[in-house]
């Protein structure tokens, strides 16, 4: 056998391949079929249960399928849901919410009351596994009667509603799911969203149908198809090759480069994750000059414009401008000379450096190594040697639960109801497994807080708890992130401030 | 009958690898960083709710209980639930198994049809520029990383010249009249060439990607081989007899040379399989090495010793096969 690759051969080859690479590519000119580059994969379809529960990511796909008891809105303000209306009794014994009428699960059958209350029941059962146990089982011993649900509060919790639009505060159909089980749900899940799951392949997408008779309104896009693509080189190729009409989550120097370039639309706007640095109340941090100074000698703007081609807000406390808490009047300057003096006090200096270690994820988030190299260098110039250990995100998990973070460690906090007890209540509460600044002082600032009823009294309570950690420098809150999202010219993409990419908030250009 | 033999012996050193394997990675994967419990908890989870979950996975035992717990259930076929997703780690991976075995064997094809293609073509060219011109080709395939072929081939086949998909198995508005997970084999028995194309476009850059650097082996090795046969007397008698040299190369040099090629396959096909985790990755194929990520990313521990085992017992699979075929292509071996 004799083999010949001549000019005829190489053409026949070429159109073989042309014909085999043009099975199947989206056209680019009529958007029919919404095609989203997600960032992160869908492990399971059940929203109230498990490690998927709690990612702040998926959510987003979980919204376009499932409604929360409460819709949050894209500003993250609450608005009737499935509940069109909540509250408490006048003395805080019971809570009232009324459902909404004339809403139809995925499968035709018709959403209840008895929906709601099997739904918050099921949370609250630790046998379930949902991971929010804690917050739903302060509710208990629901009736219902119409379309009004009535529970008994068996300890008050002031954020019980901000739950039902935050994590695992899904409404799931009781009738289909004691039909199916657990097992019958995952293969195919139902719920009241705006879009309905028609096809899913584990690790590579799903496609959603438009739900015709969803009561918000039927979704612009008829079908959308979400793939997942972890890999942010891979996600900018989809978007810029056509494959796909929208991606997020890009490196910014990527983000303003597609986006001058013309070809694609860009939306960045600042969302509730926030970049912060835990102190650990151990060694050196037990000095409150080296906190201070710590604090001082860092340029956070800077860090902003240089490293994140400006996509951050600078923060001083672990609330964002959105959350209830938030008071403009406590700011934290970038002060190197008195960090420089502070330090003296305590006998240090650029020739006598005080030293400690502080811990990091590398590519968790954008920059987030060179943050804490930048961060690190200036700190070198106050007179702060600090040793920079990296780490995976889960190793920080477990080091935060045991209370063994380094004296200091990078982390970032996503909050997206905005309230104060989901940001500083839990990140600085010493016996939150979330925290590592065990000092008693804050713990008794806190404590009352929790179960504080009068709202005003309760947001001025945890203003002053942040003015106090910004003046003892309990913690370094340093930037609100900024989430970039690129669209093909045919589509609209309204962001979520949440993070959520929520596709019922596209429409055609 | 010695055959018969090393086969018996090659099998229970099989099982007792596959125990050693399990061993390790039962122990190391508890060890290393990273509790899954602590990664699932929200904000204000109180030591109750630690415990309460610790105990949910089963994880509140010791790691010679659980490891006994987790034995058991293998040997009867239960490879646990994962933790993240709650389904069967058996039904999960097994699921995901074809698809990952059809890219590694396209791979495979690929690189032993480049690779072969090379080896013959330089040494039918010998001593000219297009052998030299093979020799760096094959250089550059080997010397780059299979990563990175995959974000050259995405940037030239994906960006600038986008021909061919970039992520994904299948396209997903497609109806897929399939039994098994096995898309491209069922889509070619069916003799459905429109699943067919759409598969091989998905699948043709993550395959090369694997390919490339497994090619410029393949074309070395064969090369190297074929080069030493044809200085071999029977070489030099055929062509005296007056064989055009193609007939030489492919017909009297060929088949003595391609026995260490074949061995070379046989093990580098497992680093193949190895290669597609990342790979798998970077071009979203929903096979078990993007499973093995994503396990990995949330310490899904009964998922992550799932995967794990069933790459062992594909790695020594396809030894022992190699070590058979070798032994039947081997007349020296066959008859001990």
Do not use: C
């Not at chain 1, 942010?232 to 597609?258: C, F, I, K, Q």
């Not at chain 1, 600042?270 to 151990?282: K, V, Y």
């Not at chain 2, 990607?209 to 029977?234: C, F, N, V």
Request: hydrophobic content about 50%.
């Amino acid at each position: 056998m004799t083999m010949h690759l001549n000019r005829r051969n190489l053409l026949q080859l070429s159109a073989a391949t042309v014909a085999l690479s043009a099975a199947g590519l989206p056209a680019s000119a009529q958007i029919d079929e919404l095609v989203i580059a997600y960032n992160v994969t869908l492990p399971s379809w059940d929203p109230t249960v498990g490690p998927s529960a709690v990612n702040p990511t998926i959510q987003g796909i979980y919204q376009s399928v499932f409604d929360q008891f409460i819709l949050q809105q894209p500003d993250l303000a609450p608005a009737p849901g499935l509940l069109t209306e909540w509250g408490w009794n006048e003395d805080r014994s019971k809570v009232v919410m009324t459902v909404r009428e004339g809403v139809t699960w995925h499968d035709g059958s018709p959403f209840t009351a008895e929906d709601v209350a099997w739904s918050l029941e099921r949370a609250a059962n630790p046998e379930t596994g949902n991971p929010i146990n804690f917050i739903w089982s302060t509710l208990g011993n629901f009736t219902v009667e119409g379309n009004t649900v009535t529970a008994d509060v068996l300890r008050f919790e002031p954020t019980i509603f901000k739950w039902m639009y935050f994590l695992t505060g899904y409404v799931l159909p009781k009738a289909y799911y004691e039909r199916v089980g657990a097992e019958g749900f995952e293969a195919a899940p139902v719920g009241t969203g705006p879009y309905m799951v028609d096809s899913f392949e584990r690790n590579a997408f799903v496609r959603l149908k438009a739900n015709p008779n969803y009561w918000g309104g039927k979704p612009e896009f008829d079908t959308v198809t979400i793939k997942f693509v972890p890999d942010a080189a891979s996600r900018v190729a989809e978007v810029e090759s056509g494959n796909s009409h929208v991606t997020l989550e890009m490196p910014y120097e990527e983000y303003d480069r597609l986006r001058q370039g013309g070809a694609l639309t860009g939306t960045a706007i600042p969302i509730s994750d926030i970049g912060m640095i835990f102190l650990n109340d151990i060694d050196v941090m037990l000095d409150p000059n080296v906190r201070k100074a710590a604090v001082l000698a860092i340029d956070k703007q800077l860090i902003i414009d240089r490293l994140l081609s400006g996509y951050g807000v600078k923060i001083d406390t672990l609330q964002t401008p959105e959350y209830d808490a938030f008071d403009a009047a406590i700011s934290v300057p970038y002060d190197p000379e008195q960090a420089m003096a502070l330090l003296a006090a305590s006998g240090y200096g650029p020739d006598n450096p005080v030293k400690f270690t502080i811990q990091t994820t590398r590519g968790f988030k954008p920059k987030d190594y060179e943050m804490i190299q930048a961060i690190v260098g200036m700190w070198r110039k106050v007179g702060i040697e600090a040793e920079i250990e990296v780490y995976e995100i889960a190793k920080h998990y477990e080091l935060r639960a045991a209370d063994t973070l380094a004296p200091a460690a990078f982390y970032n906090w996503g909050n997206s109801v905005g309230d104060p007890t989901t940001s500083t209540g839990f990140a600085m509460f010493g016996p939150s497994p979330h925290s590592v600044w065990d000092g008693e002082d804050l713990i008794a600032m806190i404590g009352p807080l929790w179960g504080e009823a009068d709202e005003e009294k309760r947001i001025a309570g945890w203003k002053a708890v942040d003015a106090y950690i910004a003046e003892n420098a309990l913690v370094i809150p340093l930037l609100q992130y900024v989430q970039p999202i690129l669209a093909a010219p045919g589509v609209t993409v309204t962001p979520h401030a949440s993070g959520a990419l929520l596709p019922a908030l596209m429409t055609r250009s | 009958m010695p055959l018969l033999r090393a086969i018996l012996i090659r099998l229970a050193t099989t099982a007792v690898t596959l125990l050693g394997v399990a061993v390790i990675v039962f122990v190391v994967i508890r060890v290393v960083p990273g509790n899954p419990i602590a990664m699932m908890l929200p904000p204000g989870a109180t030591e109750d709710d630690i415990a309460r979950l610790t105990a949910l996975y089963g994880l509140d035992k010791s790691i010679a209980e659980q490891f006994a717990i987790w034995l058991s259930g293998v040997l009867r076929g239960d490879f646990g639930t994962s933790i993240t997703t709650r389904q069967p780690v058996l039904s999960l991976v097994l699921g995901r198994l074809p698809a990952t075995l059809e890219l590694s064997v396209l791979a495979l094809l690929i690189a032993v049809l480049l690779g072969g293609l090379a080896a013959l073509t330089g040494t039918r060219a010998r001593g000219t520029r297009a052998e030299a011109a093979i020799d760096i080709a094959n250089g550059m395939a080997l010397s780059v990383p299979d990563f990175l072929w995959g974000l050259i081939l995405i940037l030239m086949f994906g960006v600038v010249w986008p021909v061919f998909h970039i992520s994904g198995r299948v396209s997903p508005a497609l109806d897929l009249p399939f039994a098994s997970n096995f898309y491209l084999f069922e889509s070619l028995v069916r003799l459905r060439p429109d699943l067919t194309a759409d598969l091989l476009a998905h699948m043709i850059l993550p395959a090369l990607a694997l390919a490339l650097p497994l090619a410029a082996i393949i074309g070395q090795l064969l090369k190297q081989s074929l080069k030493e046969t044809m200085h071999l007397d029977y070489v030099t008698l055929a062509r005296t007899k007056g064989y055009g040299e193609t007939h030489v190369i492919l017909r009297e040099a060929l088949p003595n040379a391609v026995l260490p090629t074949l061995t070379l396959i046989g093990v580098q096909f497992t680093f193949l399989i190895g290669g597609t985790v990342i790979i798998e990755r970077l071009f979203s194929y929903e096979g078990l090495g993007n499973m093995a990520i994503d396990a990995v990313i949330n310490r899904d521990l009964p998922l992550i010793q799932g995967i794990v085992i069933l790459f062992a017992v594909i790695f020594t699979a396809v030894n022992l096969a190699v070590d058979l075929a070798y032994a039947a292509l081997n007349p020296r071996l066959r008859h001990g």
